[in-house]
């Protein structure tokens, strides 16, 4: 049997916490990644047009009709 007496000690240790971080450590970087590429950006949706401009063109576009577009224009100019 010679020199190995089947004894796991302070080096067979170090070997599995060096194996777990290394590990660990590849997943915390895959999970992060793939959070990082997916998240959606909160968008910052700053509109230079009126809401008067944007009601005609939704009635120049056909999305609403002549009767919507005067209730809507009249809660807009109250």
Do not use: H, K, N
């Not at 590429?37 to 056909?62: K, M, N, V, W, Y």
């Amino acid at each position: 049997m010679g020199w190995y007496q089947g004894d796991w000690g302070f080096t067979a240790f170090m070997g599995m916490g060096v194996m777990l971080l290394f590990w660990g450590s590849l997943i915390w970087l895959v999970v992060w990644a793939v959070v990082r590429t997916t998240r959606a950006e909160p968008t910052r949706f700053a509109s230079t047009e009126s809401a008067r401009a944007i009601l005609d063109r939704r009635l120049a576009a056909g999305e609403i009709d002549a009767d919507e577009y005067a209730s809507t224009r009249r809660t807009l100019e109250v």
